[in-house]
């Protein structure tokens, strides 16, 4: 499928789940080994067209689009410039998600298959602002040691080998902390699998492959 229609109906994807709103958030695609398509400033995830999207060089940062990239544009960068298994990126601020971003509450990956699998590395930053180099820094460095980046009183980025994983990735996450949140409202004590249970699933079980860290690129 074409990388913009991907584009599009991941971010119709994300608005139909309530994964994104409004103009909040952006989303990106590398298209080959140093190019990357990605939304540009003020584009709406539920009305995207072909024209919505910025083409970046990924090891320059050279923009080959005449329209203004999302400004979160040098965090795509630096991910993509670490991380070459990455593939596709999602910034959003779901409503349970930020809403744990926003406190200390623990988001717990031992609860159910899914959670297992794609919350298993979860890194935390400190609030920056947005389109800050400072946010940009933060979360490449932290793109070394998770495929989920949650950025405090922001929102989160997703890293993962294709859109539609970053989706579920996404999508996990964000049920995950509605079900503790939840829980928490009824009392109702959460039971969850044992480290041991854990590590025996995402080593043994052939649920997926494992989307493991060590094809990290270190920046020079």
């Avoid at 039971?191 to 080593?203: A, E, R």
Wanted: aromatic share 10%; net charge negative.
């Amino acid at each position: 499928m074409h990388y913009k229609q991907q584009l599009m109906n991941t971010g119709q994807y994300l608005i139909s789940n309530q994964l994104a709103w409004g103009t909040s958030g952006n989303i990106s695609v590398r298209t080959d080994s140093d190019e990357m398509l990605i939304t540009a400033s003020g584009t709406y995830m539920a009305n995207l067209s072909e024209n919505d999207f910025v083409k970046f060089n990924i090891s320059t940062g050279q923009n080959y689009s005449e329209r203004k990239a999302s400004k979160e544009t040098p965090m795509h960068l630096g991910i993509y410039q670490k991380r070459e298994d990455i593939k596709a990126i999602l910034h959003s601020s779901p409503f349970y998600t930020t809403l744990f971003a926003c406190s200390n509450e623990g988001i717990l990956s031992e609860l159910f298959v899914e959670t297992m699998y794609y919350l298993e590395d979860i890194s935390y930053i400190n609030y920056f602002h947005p389109g800050s180099q400072e946010l940009a820094e933060a979360v490449t460095t932290q793109s070394s040691h998770s495929n989920i980046i949650i950025m405090r009183n922001h929102g989160v980025a997703v890293l993962d080998d294709s859109l539609l994983e970053a989706q579920m990735r996404l999508q996990t996450l964000e049920m995950a902390c509605r079900m503790i949140l939840k829980a928490k409202e009824s009392g109702i004590k959460l039971s969850l699998i044992p480290q041991k249970t854990v590590q025996s699933f995402l080593n043994d079980s052939f649920y997926k492959p494992r989307k493991k860290l060590n094809n990290s690129i270190e920046s020079s």
